[in-house]
């Protein structure tokens, strides 16, 4: 088999390919022992390509990320994606390489395995002591074995990292989507504890005790979710309020600041009118302006 396999177009290596009769096609698996000083020159493949650090600690550069691998750590890469390697000094490098490749079948790769490719991620996780570092050594023990059982075994092995790797990516779905109906439960939750104690105000400390989160983590996600901090979201809602009961109650205006949780009436003037560009006469006035014969 030619070691240049891996560089090809996956549709011209399919006739060197004789002893895989269906898809995924492995065009190289191999334990690599980089020397000291070793470096990958920027490179491009044409196909596939799962990067796994037995030992030691790579600079991995792949289509303008950059990604510090370690033991364990297994990098996916697409076709056609420049990349390049770098090792440290007195630090040893063994990795694994597997590149394929699916024919001309089309296959929907990035369904299965390709967990961020919106964003250009390449890292999958790290498996040291995994099953699939199991699986990953045991390809390239059995891609070196000349039986067609073994380039069998090759590619039931690779069909079970992808699948394992499939797997990962929907649980981390589920947990993403779980965590953000939590959260946002407890938004909800932090929201209407300020609209139900809107005339006294809330202390920090008593959102946290709701929540269980830090006060730093309750502001930016809640201001991440009603573009305002809590206490913003506080002066917004007595401010409303002071305009339902301007319109509706026929209150003194130094009730109305009261009732919103300003015992000083030229405070709560002065906050009106800051946030709102008027008075509340002037808001009130607006509103109950004679309006003109047509």
Request: hydrophobic residues 35%; proline residues 4%.
């Amino acid at each position: 088999m030619s070691k240049k396999l891996y560089f090809m177009e996956p549709s011209d290596t399919l006739e060197q390919l004789k002893q895989y009769y269906f898809p995924p096609y492995i065009t190289l698996a191999h334990i690599f022992h980089a020397p000291k000083g070793w470096k990958l020159k920027p490179r491009v493949l044409k196909q596939f390509q799962l990067q796994y650090v037995i030992e030691g600690i790579a600079d991995y550069h792949i289509n303008g990320r950059e990604y510090v691998t370690r033991r364990g750590d297994l990098l996916f890469h697409r076709p056609n994606e420049p990349h390049h390697v770098s090792t440290r000094p007195d630090h040893p490098y063994i990795c694994i390489s597997i590149v394929f490749h699916f024919g001309n079948s089309g296959f929907p790769i990035q369904q299965l395995v390709d967990s961020d490719s919106e964003t250009g991620s390449h890292y999958t996780g790290n498996y040291q002591n995994h099953t699939l570092e199991q699986k990953i050594t045991e390809l390239v023990h059995h891609y070196r074995m000349p039986d067609v059982t073994d380039h069998f075994h090759c590619q039931s092995l690779l069909t079970q990292i992808l699948l394992q790797l499939s797997a990962q990516k929907k649980e981390l779905v589920v947990r993403s989507s779980k965590k953000e109906d939590a959260n946002k439960a407890k938004l909800i939750l932090i929201r209407n504890y300020i609209s139900s104690h809107l005339q006294e105000g809330f202390e920090h400390q008593e959102l946290e005790k709701l929540s269980g989160w830090s006060r730093n983590y309750i502001i930016i996600q809640f201001r991440s979710t009603f573009g305002m901090t809590p206490m913003q979201y506080l002066v917004w809602i007595r401010l409303e309020k002071a305009k339902e009961l301007a319109l509706q109650s026929g209150l003194a205006f130094g009730e109305i600041a009261n009732r919103v949780g300003y015992t000083n009436i030229h405070a709560f003037g002065k906050i009106f009118k800051r946030k709102t560009g008027m008075s509340l006469s002037q808001f009130c006035s607006t509103l109950f302006k004679d309006t003109p014969d047509q």
